[in-house]
Structures are given as C-alpha cells and as structure tokens.
C-alpha cells in the first residue's frame, strides 16, 4: 500500500486549475527535459485518454510546454509558457492519440527532436496530486517517479556491472533506496538508482569510466538541489 504524506493530501503547490493536469504535467516535462538535455529544437507532445480530451481547457499545453523549458509546477512564468518557447525559437505540436498499452488516462509521450537530428522519447503519465511515473525512456520500460535523487546508466548487459557501479556509488557516501534493471535492445540494459540524497557529477564521472557503461547520468530533484547550494553558500 503506497503510504500517503502531507503534501499528497493537500496538494502541490502549482500554477494552474488540476494538479493532475496542470502540475502533473509541467513536471512530467520538467522531469522529461532533465533526461535528455537542452539541446533540442522542437518537441512533439503525443497526448492520450484525458489529456486529449481536456489539454487545452485545463491548461496542460502550457504546463507540458514549461516543464521541458526547465519550469517547476509553481513557476509563474507556466502562465506565458508559449511566449517564452517561441523567443527561445522551440517549436511544439500536440497531437491527441491513443497510445497503446498506456497505463493512465493522463498519459503523454514526448518526443524530443534533438539538434544533431536524433529523437529522444520519453511517455510518462499524471496519477494525480501533482505525482508522475516516467514509464518509458528511448524503448526502455522504466520506472521514474522524480521523488528521488537519480543515476540513469545505460550499459552492456554484462555480469559485475550492477556491483560495480552500486561500489562507486556507496565510495560516495550516497545510500541507495531502489534499483531497477530493465534488459532491451539487444545486448544493452537500463538501469535506474534512486538515492536518498544529493547526488554529486564526480559520481557520474567514475561511473562513465567503468568499461562496460555507455552512459550515466545524474538527474537531482530540485529539493536536494537547493539543500546542496545551501550547503556549499
């Protein structure tokens, strides 16, 4: 049973009329943009089952567009979103569909058209209060709350690789609440550590020298961002 704390139960604070369609969603692109980076030019937002029906009324467009602009739910500038992506030139689309297999009415993929011409895909969906699961990152099922600290590590699905990098992690001093490993595209696996706390580039940096790691990266939640800038001010 998911224990339930303060914040679920009166809510997030959020610029906007639904938690779940408004700060729900600016943090599903907010959380989105922080896996893939800044270096995109336009972003394509495939929305289902209720975010369909109901994006521009409750104001998910603009919360959609926030959060992959860096926005938090509470920001104030949600507001003028579409302004601000247009003086940055990010052009955006949305397109109601159905998505297969979604596990939520309030279920959105994002497809980032990224500056040398790739695409990353990240579906997520809203489960209410403000609360969001990345269930998808570039064909790999995950499980991504953006509750923790987080290492996103795609590597060679090699036995010694998991006791390798939770070695450089615990050499850290960082704890780890969860792992999960998801196997896919052949020889490569994805695997995701949430950790307790703060969770330092150095650490990613270690990481990336390991032989059998294709990329790390770290993604802090803002809580345990400004808890570090205190820290080090």
């Known amino acids: 049973?998911?224990?339930?704390?303060?914040?679920?139960?009166?809510?997030?604070?959020?610029?906007?009329?639904?938690?779940?369609?408004?700060?729900g969603a600016a943090k599903l692109g907010k959380v989105a943009r922080d896996i893939v980076g800044s270096e995109f030019k336009s972003v394509s937002f495939y929305l289902h089952g209720s975010?369909?029906?109901?994006?521009?009324?409750?104001?998910?467009?603009?919360?959609l567009v926030a959060g992959i602009l860096g926005m938090e739910p509470q920001d104030e500038n949600l507001r003028v979103a579409f302004k601000i992506a247009e003086e940055q030139g990010i052009k955006?689309?949305?397109i109601p569909t159905v998505i297969e297999n979604a596990e939520h009415p309030n279920t959105v993929k994002i497809v980032f058209h990224m500056n040398d011409g790739?695409?990353?895909?990240?579906?997520?969906?809203?489960?209410?209060?403000?609360?969001?699961?990345?269930?998808?990152?570039?064909?790999?099922e995950v499980e991504l709350t953006g509750e923790y600290?987080?290492?996103?590590?795609?590597?060679?699905?090699?036995?010694?690789?998991?006791?390798?990098?939770?070695?450089v992690i615990a050499e850290g001093g960082i704890n780890i609440a969860n792992m999960k490993a998801t196997r896919s595209?052949?020889?490569?696996?994805?695997?995701?550590v949430e950790c307790d706390e703060y969770?330092?580039?150095?650490?990613?940096?270690?990481?990336?020298?390991?032989d059998e790691v294709l990329s790390a990266q770290i993604i802090n939640t803002p809580k345990a961002k400004r808890e570090h800038d205190k820290m080090m001010n």
Do not use: W
């Open 118 to 140: 790739t695409d990353a895909v990240i579906m997520g969906c809203s489960i209410g209060g403000g609360n969001i699961v990345i269930n998808e990152i570039n064909g790999f």
């Open 1 to 23: 049973m998911k224990k339930y704390g303060t914040f679920d139960i009166l809510g997030p604070i959020m610029i906007g009329p639904s938690s779940s369609h408004t700060a």
């Open 185 to 192: 595209h052949g020889e490569e696996a994805f695997l995701i």
């Open 92 to 94: 955006y689309e949305f």
């Open 51 to 63: 975010f369909a029906e109901t994006y521009r009324g409750h104001g998910t467009d603009k919360a």
């Open 149 to 167: 600290c987080v290492v996103l590590i795609r590597q060679l699905d090699k036995k010694g690789v998991l006791s390798k990098v939770t070695k």
């Open 199 to 210: 969770i330092s580039e150095e650490i990613a940096d270690k990481l990336k020298k390991i």
